[in-house]
C-alpha cells in the first residue's frame, strides 16, 4: 500500500488549505490515520489522527483551526487547515499505524508554506 498526499502550496496568513492522502489499497481496518508535519531543522511531530471508529485527536497547535476526516470507501484521507499561521509551515504527512505506535507506513509528503 502507497500513501499519496496532494493539497499542499503557498498561502497567506489567515487563509486556508485542504490537504489530502490517498491510499492506494485497502488499510487494516485497526489501524489510525494520522497527520505530521516536519518544519525546517525541527523534529517531526504528530497533528491529528482518526481512529476507525471516527474518532479524532489534535495537537495543541491544531485544535480549532484542523480538522482530519476520512473516507473509508474511497480510501482517502484529508486534513483541513483553517485560519494558517506562519508557524504551520511545514511539510505534511500523512501515515498508518498501529494506533499509539509510530507510523508503518508514510507518504512522500507535501510542503505548507504560509506568508506573513
Known amino acids: 500500500v502507497q500513501l499519496v498526499e496532494s493539497g499542499g502550496g503557498s498561502v497567506q496568513a489567515g487563509g486556508s488549505l485542504t490537504l489530502s492522502c490517498a491510499a492506494s489499497g485497502a488499510i487494516y481496518s485497526n489501524y489510525c490515520m494520522e497527520w505530521y508535519r516536519q518544519a525546517p531543522g525541527k523534529e517531526r511531530n504528530r497533528v491529528a489522527s482518526i481512529g476507525s471508529d471516527g474518532s479524532t485527536t489534535y495537537a495543541d497547535s491544531a485544535k480549532g483551526r484542523f480538522t482530519i476526516s476520512q473516507d473509508n470507501d474511497k480510501n482517502t484521507l484529508s486534513l483541513q487547515m483553517n485560519n494558517l499561521k506562519p508557524e504551520d509551515t511545514a511539510v505534511y504527512y500523512c501515515?498508518?499505524?498501529?494506533?499509539?505506535?509510530?507510523?508503518?507506513?508514510w507518504g512522500q509528503g507535501t510542503r505548507v508554506t504560509v506568508a506573513s
Open positions: 501515515a498508518a499505524t498501529r494506533c499509539g505506535w509510530w507510523p508503518d507506513l
